[in-house]
């Protein structure tokens, strides 16, 4: 009997169909990449329960903080480095644009969806929020790698397939930062009553108060007045420097300028320049050892990120202040309804012939993007404005669905690409 159905699955996988993989083959190649990932997390989930605690919440903020500022820009400034050119900065002009229009799209879905379940006061942008910013970073970046280290994957040479793909998704990652930390900062700003910890039965009474004087809200005034400001030219450079101050902390550039976003800015202005990329990224270039010191730092990233968020989950749903109404509504948006949206976008972008021809991996990697669970950075800006809590409760059950639902959008993506 068990010869018998090795043979009948045998004969399903070897059974292609016109010019694509079978049904069991597509299955194997989307699923085992989810089963890789969700080991990982769970030997990180395992080092974090208080049976092994050899990673503790102190332990992962510095493993979170090492990814964050070293290993994955390291990893992005090798890959994009070496993968980009002023031409492919042209052609790959639809990545942003579509990490824009997902997060757009996704976020209007979260305003209808919050509209219906009226989640409790004050997580109505909360809920939106968490169904408009999907993961289009640290997640899409495990499963190109555990999906090229195939060497059945249905995109060729494993190290093509890997360059190719890190290349595509940090392109995007820029974007992603700026909108997340602009976007997603501003939405997820507490309540006029200053938190989020407050009894969702009472009602919210507009705070009259003003602002609370920090120099971020104050107008930005001449710090070095008398003597320095005499004459009109003087004056007028220290209204230059007091404009772009100003502007510097209004459009928070400190929190834009994130180790992964500058480490994509120096790999694209370096890779662009023919005479740059032939002095770091080339293998015989005089200073390619940098470049493979990046390269080895940044094999370490998607191990550590798993690790880091397997023991990010320990805490389990976390508080239930949103219900289990307003959060299985989160994550079935986010998992359910976002994709087939972003399907129709890429699809409609490439029947405009907006993507480059015969580049399934591009088409590949847009699809991606619009069938992430939520951002794990949301989650740390989410903790920085005093919805830390919650943000981990959806978190947790996002990523757990999610397993089951970023397996069945892959076999479908693979199915229409190939």
Same mark, same amino acid.
């Given at each position: ?51 092994? /605690? ?9 493993? %979170? ?32 644009? /579509? ?35 999907? %993961? ?15 060497? /059945? ?32 900062? /501003? ?80 790999? $694209? ?31 370490? $990233? ?103 639902? $970023? ?12």
């Amino acid at each position: 009997m068990a010869e018998t159905m090795g043979r009948f699955l045998l004969a399903l996988q070897n059974q292609g169909g016109s010019g694509g993989e079978s049904l069991l083959g597509s299955i194997k190649i989307a699923v085992l990449p989810i089963v890789k990932v969700f080991t990982m997390c769970f030997l990180g989930f395992l080092m974090a329960s208080k049976y092994v /605690n050899i990673l503790p919440a102190s332990g992962r903020k510095l493993l %979170n903080g090492l990814v964050f500022t070293l290993l994955l820009p390291c990893l992005i400034f090798s890959q994009l480095g070496q993968a980009v050119t002023l031409q492919k900065m042209l052609d790959w002009w639809f990545i942003p644009v /579509n990490v824009v229009l997902g997060s757009v799209s996704a976020s209007i879905i979260g305003f209808l969806v919050a509209s219906i379940v009226r989640p409790p006061y004050p997580f109505f942008k909360f809920t939106i929020v968490h169904i408009g910013i999907g %993961n289009i970073g640290n997640v899409p970046l495990v499963l190109i790698a555990a999906l090229c280290r195939d060497q /059945n994957n249905p995109f060729g040479d494993s190290n093509k397939c890997s360059t190719d793909g890190t290349a595509y998704i940090s392109y995007g990652q820029w974007v992603g930062a700026i909108i997340l930390y602009t976007y997603v900062y /501003n939405m997820l700003a507490p309540p006029p009553e200053g938190t989020f910890d407050i009894d969702p039965q009472s009602i919210p009474i507009k705070c009259t108060t003003k602002s609370d004087g920090s120099p971020e809200q104050d107008p930005l005034l001449t710090q070095e007045e008398g003597g320095y400001l005499t004459g009109p030219n003087a004056s007028r450079k220290w209204k230059m420097k007091d404009c772009l101050r100003f502007l510097y902390e209004k459009l928070k550039l400190k929190q834009i300028l994130q180790p992964p976003i500058i480490a994509s800015i120096l790999a $694209m202005v370096l890779g662009a320049v023919p005479f740059l990329k032939s002095l770091i990224f080339t293998p015989d270039a005089p200073l390619f050892f940098f470049t493979d010191s990046c390269m080895i730092l940044g094999e370490a $990233m998607i191990p550590c990120i798993l690790l880091a968020l397997g023991g990010n989950l320990i805490d389990g749903p976390g508080s239930s202040k949103l219900g289990l109404r307003t959060t299985a509504a989160i994550v079935f948006a986010r998992l359910v309804l976002v994709p087939p949206v972003g399907l129709g976008i890429v699809m409609l972008a490439d029947k405009l012939g907006f993507l480059p021809p015969d580049d399934k991996m591009f088409r590949f990697v847009l699809l991606l993007q619009h069938s992430m669970p939520t951002s794990v950075l949301s989650g740390a800006v989410a903790n920085l404005r005093g919805c830390g809590k919650e943000a981990a409760g959806v978190l947790f059950w996002v990523h757990i669905f999610a397993i089951i639902s $970023m397996a069945g959008w892959i076999v479908l993506f693979l199915n229409i690409l190939f």
